[in-house]
């Protein structure tokens, strides 16, 4: 896969440029490593969810109430966890957004 820019209209690129070789390699591997970092991160994101349902049961699962819990704060490691998930649901889409711009 090669990509080109075109810094000034009417302007032919030389034919080898040791920065154009340098980032078609890096953009090579970025490309190649982006499904697996994806597949890393939807597995993560769901231990992260799967974890996060500590005390729920199966009523609750399938949106029975449960006001004992309406109003809860989290701390400590529940806490860490909570941001953890959304930071890695946050880092799924953009792995994927940039998946999409680079090979679809």
Avoid: H, W
Wanted: with cysteine; aromatic share 10%.
């Amino acid at each position: 896969m090669l990509y080109t820019v075109e810094l000034l209209p009417g302007l032919q690129p030389c034919a080898y440029s040791p920065l154009r070789a340098t980032l078609t390699g890096k953009m090579e591997a970025l490309v190649s490593a982006l499904p697996y970092a994806e597949i890393i991160l939807s597995v993560l994101l769901i231990v992260g969810i799967v974890l996060q349902q500590r005390g729920a049961t199966l009523g609750g699962a399938f949106g029975g109430d449960n006001f004992a819990s309406t109003f809860y704060k989290r701390r400590g490691a529940e806490k860490f966890l909570f941001n953890a998930t959304i930071a890695i649901a946050i880092l799924l889409v953009l792995a994927a957004i940039v998946n999409f711009l680079f090979v679809g």
